[in-house]
Every structure is written in structure tokens, then in C-alpha cells.
């Protein structure tokens, strides 16, 4: 028998992990509540069709598929090996697959927008925190199963709510204690930067190049720009639209110059200021940072786009999202606006762990140990455990009449903060003695002494 194992870029998570975890996502979700989200869930699969050609070609090749059942009658073999074929090639086969693990929450949400678009009050916001699965190559930071939290509003084309997603980015890591740099750009620009490097049919070319700036580097980019057919002089405007720096009104009159009367480029640049100046001198302002390379690979977004990066951490994005005036039209439900964004938790606890951020009271499960020191003894603490239990606090009898030491290393390793002691003499006496087990201070009390304690 085999040595039990895990697939490839899933984990278990222990009870500590779990708890940290948990602590994450109720602080985003303490936030999205707070902005008047309200919450949603949709399956783990989807149809295959739902999913497939909404991510791009980088993205697509992502997806996990799902086989069908009964691949394995002989009836059909010939069939099924047919189909089998057809897949190796890179084409989709009902005969072999017809639905697949979610790859991200955004295009199941444009899904259930596109099936109950007209008994929902627009503009609709959502919140989600549920896992999402990529066929992606594992390593730091990067698994394939993992959790989003989203945040998206449909059914308005007001900038405000790219105002508020700053907000809402901000307020989470203030919260978390985790310093980040909200950059932001619009594909309006990069639109634009298409427009002048030859036409319009050259902007997914440009921002899958661009989009792997950060992994493979500009000559790189400009090798796979090139091989994607733009000429030398198209390269160099993108060359030099790449290396504007400085703060954001700098980088922001250094891209009005490039783009010159490029209508579709002063309107990006347009939103983009009515966004920084909502937030001048907010402290939301001093972490929003104009971006020009940020690329945002997926092609439905539409407008200003986000990513978020940890400042003091070697980490990819912890964060991402932006505006998607038309991903419903795929499912045949035209003219409904949306913008969210998404919090990558798993790189968010990878973060939070490295930089050692989470409370210590995070740990905490069991905050009262009652000590086993005998029958009569146990039965007396097992009542007044459950009125412990009853008022809200987190208790444990130890399960045998064991010797103190034993008891206090159980304690110690579930990190139990408080251990209650009912002896045979304090039985009699109807007290019990209450340790603090980090400060070793102990003290005699009553039961009402216990029950009226502040753990």
C-alpha cells in the first residue's frame, strides 16, 4: 500500500492555520458587510462553456476539467478514444468533458447575474469567499486550490464604486497590519498604447506581453512583442511607455505627452485622476500608486484595474480586480456594467505569517482547562464547565484522571491560557483554584468567583 499523500499544490490546514485563516476572512468580510455587501455562493463546477474563453489564452489553459462519467463503456470506446484524441489536441469534447472546477468567482458571479439579472436591486453588490482551482506549476505562494474573497458591484458605471474598492483594499490590510501599495492603471490606456502601436487588434498581444514584465523582464517582453509581430518602432513607444516613473502626477503628464489627443487613452487618464482625487490626503491616497505596466492578463476587464502588492514581503500580488463594462454579454445579457475586486488569502496568510502580524489571542481555542483529579472531582467540574460553556466560554475537561504534570503539558500544547482545580479539598470547601498559565499566578475562588471571572 502507498504512502498516503496529497494532490500536487492542495495542503491540509491545522487547527492553528485554521484559525489565522478565519481571522483573515472575517476581517474582509467585517468590510464587505460594512460597505453594504451582502453575501453569495455558487458551485465549485461550472459548465465548461461558462468558463472557457473568458480568461484569455494564458488563462484558459488553466481550467481543470472535468471528465465525464462513464468514460469507461466498451460500447463506446471507439467514441471515447476519438474524443480522447480530439482533447490531446487542445479541443473540447462534450463526449469527454462538459464542466469544470471554478477558476475564479468573477465569472460565475456574471453568470448568476446573466440567470436572476432581473429580480436583483441594482446596482447589486456581492461578496464571495469560496476556493478556485488552476492548473497552474506550484511553488511560493501560488496553489492550485485556493481561496478568493471578491467584492463586485453590477449595474453601475459610477467611478464612486472604484473609489469605494480602494477604500474597502485599504481598510482590510490597515486592519490586517499588512503595509501594501494599491497600484492601479486602466485598460483604457493600454487600449490606447494598442491604438498608436498599429490597431486595436494588437491589444491582447501588448497585455499578455506586458502582464509577464514583472516575471520575465523587458527584453524578454520585447523579444515576445516581436514575436507576436509588432515592428521595432511599435516596441519602442512600448519601451518608453514602460519606463515612465515617478510619482503618480509625474508619471500621469509623462503619459498625456506619449498618447498625445488619443481619445481613448484621455479618458482612461481622466478616471484615473477623479479616482486619485477622491482620495488626496486620505490615508487610502498615500498607498494608491499609477501604474502604467500593470496589465491585468484577463480580457474582459474594461476600465480601471487594480493590483495589490505587499510592501515588505517578497510576494506576487496579494490582491487584483477592476471594472467589466460588459462580461454578462457573454451569456447573451448585454449593457450590465460591473467592477469588483479579489483578495488572494493564501498569499495574504503567507504574508502575514513571514511578517509575523497575527494577534496572539488568534491562537486561542480552549481558553479553560478543567483538571480530571477524580471522579467526584470531575463530575463537580463537568457542571460547572458547562456553565462556563453557557456564558460563552471555551472549555475542556481532561478526559482521564491523570498526574498534574500530564495535564498541564496538554495545557501547554493547546496553548489553554487559564487551568481550573477541584481537589478533594476544594470539593469539601466548595472552592477551586484558577491558574493563569502564562503568568503562573493562582488564585482561590468561589464557583460564583469563577463564573463572574473576565477570561
Known amino acids: 500500500m502507498s504512502k498516503p499523500s496529497l494532490p500536487q499544490g492542495t495542503r491540509d490546514f491545522s487547527a492553528s492555520t485554521v484559525r489565522k485563516r478565519h481571522y483573515i476572512f472575517q476581517t474582509i468580510r467585517n468590510i464587505f458587510e460594512l460597505y453594504g455587501f451582502q453575501p453569495l455562493e455558487t458551485p465549485a463546477m461550472e459548465n465548461l462553456d461558462t468558463l472557457m474563453g473568458k480568461y484569455g489564452e494564458e488563462g484558459d489553459k488553466l481550467i481543470f476539467k472535468i471528465l465525464n462519467n462513464g468514460l469507461d463503456n466498451p460500447a463506446k470506446l471507439d467514441q471515447i478514444q476519438q474524443d480522447f484524441q480530439k482533447v490531446l489536441e487542445g479541443k473540447n469534447t462534450k463526449g469527454i468533458t462538459e464542466r469544470a472546477l471554478r477558476y475564479d468567482l468573477t465569472i460565475p458571479f456574471a453568470r448568476y447575474v446573466a440567470m436572476n439579472h432581473g ?21 511560493k505562494g501560488r496553489y492550485r486550490e485556493f481561496y478568493q474573497c471578491d467584492a463586485d458591484v453590477v449595474g453601475s458605471y459610477s467611478l464612486l464604486n472604484e473609489v469605494e474598492l480602494a477604500s474597502i483594499y485599504a481598510t482590510v490590510f490597515q486592519q490586517l497590519g499588512v503595509a501594501v501599495t494599491i497600484k492601479i492603471n486602466s485598460r483604457k490606456i493600454l487600449a490606447a498604447l494598442a491604438e498608436i502601436c498599429g490597431g486595436a487588434d494588437k491589444m491582447v498581444d501588448i497585455t499578455v506581453a506586458i502582464d ?18 509588432l515592428t521595432e518602432m511599435q516596441i519602442q513607444t512600448i519601451e518608453q511607455y514602460l519606463s ?74 496579494i490582491g487584483g480586480g477592476g471594472r467589466y463594462d460588459d462580461l454578462t454579454s457573454t451569456f447573451d445579457v448585454p449593457n450590465i456594467p460591473g467592477v469588483g475586486i479579489s483578495f488572494g488569502v493564501d498569499r495574504i496568510y503567507d504574508v502575514m505569517e513571514e511578517l509575523q502580524l497575527f494577534p496572539s489571542e488568534v491562537q486561542t481555542g480552549t481558553k479553560v482547562l478543567f483538571f480530571n483529579l477524580g471522579d467526584a472531582e470531575s463530575k463537580a467540574a463537568f457542571q460547572l464547565m458547562q456553565q ?38 476544594e470539593l469539601s470547601e466548595k472552592v477551586l483554584v ?13 464557583s460564583e468567583g469563577l463564573l463572574a471571572f473576565a477570561f
Do not use: C
Not at 429580480?119 to 511553488?139: C, E, G, H, N, S
Not at 486620505?282 to 502604467?292: I, M, R, V, Y
Not at 460553556?389 to 504534570?405: C, I, S, T
Open 244 to 317: 515612465i516613473e515617478g510619482d503618480n502626477a509625474t508619471k500621469i503628464s509623462a503619459l498625456k505627452a506619449l498618447l498625445g489627443d488619443n481619445q481613448t487613452g484621455n479618458k482612461g487618464i481622466a478616471e484615473l485622476e477623479w479616482l486619485l482625487s477622491y482620495h488626496a490626503g486620505s490615508e487610502t491616497g498615500k498607498s494608491l500608486q499609477a501604474d502604467f505596466t500593470l496589465a491585468r492578463g484577463l480580457n474582459y476587464y474594461t476600465g480601471i484595474i487594480f493590483e495589490v502588492k505587499a510592501n515588505d514581503a517578497q510576494m506576487g500580488s
Open 388 to 425: 462556563l460553556r453557557a456564558k460563552g466560554v471555551a472549555a475542556e475537561l481532561y478526559h482521564q484522571n491523570a498526574k498534574f504534570d500530564k495535564q498541564f503539558k496538554y495545557a501547554d500544547k493547546k496553548q489553554i491560557p487559564y487551568a481550573v482545580m477541584i481537589g478533594s479539598k
Open 119 to 139: 429580480q436583483l436591486t441594482m446596482p447589486f453588490k456581492r461578496y464571495q469567499i469560496q476556493p478556485v482551482w488552476r492548473a497552474d506549476r506550484p511553488q
Open 212 to 229: 509577464k514584465l514583472d516575471k520575465i523582464g523587458l527584453e524578454k517582453v520585447k523579444e515576445e512583442l516581436a514575436g507576436r509581430g
Open 434 to 446: 484558577l491558574k493563569n498559565l502564562i503568568t503562573g499566578v493562582q488564585e482561590t475562588l468561589s
